[in-house]
């Protein structure tokens, strides 16, 4: 089994999936996203893993760079905003825990952290 966090340390949320995973034994693969952030094809991927319809839903909707950016702006395509979280990986909702194993590829927003959970049943 393979077990990727996209991960911000400085977030409470993403530290209590990490500590959640770790107290299952597991051990995720850490991305620091703000540092390497994911590629457009990676949050594509992302996006259907979770089931989402829509890259806003993946958007951190508070952050100063989204209403800089104008993304609020319904008229904006899919790959403008996903071009938006790439440029400006702070948009990106964290954590995100993406699990590759026997069964596929699925992923899951902790948001709650026991949301990730659901990854592992």
């Known amino acids: 089994m393979k077990v990727v966090m996209w991960h ?21 693969q850490i991305v620091k996203y703000l540092e390497t952030p994911p590629s457009a094809e990676d949050i594509r991927e992302v996006l259907q893993l979770l089931g989402f319809s829509s890259a806003r839903e993946l958007m951190r909707r508070k952050e100063k760079e989204y209403r800089e950016l104008g993304l609020a702006d319904e008229s904006k395509s899919e ?9 400006h990986p702070r948009l990106i909702e964290r954590p995100v825990v993406i699990v ?22």
């Open 8 to 28: 911000n340390p400085r977030c409470s949320k993403s530290r209590q999936t990490l500590q959640l995973l770790q107290e299952r034994g597991i051990e995720p």
């Open 79 to 87: 790959d403008e905003l996903i071009r938006a979280m790439v440029e």
């Open 100 to 121: 590759e194993d026997a069964r596929g590829k699925r992923a899951a927003l902790g948001r709650p952290p026991e949301n990730v959970l659901s990854l592992f049943e």
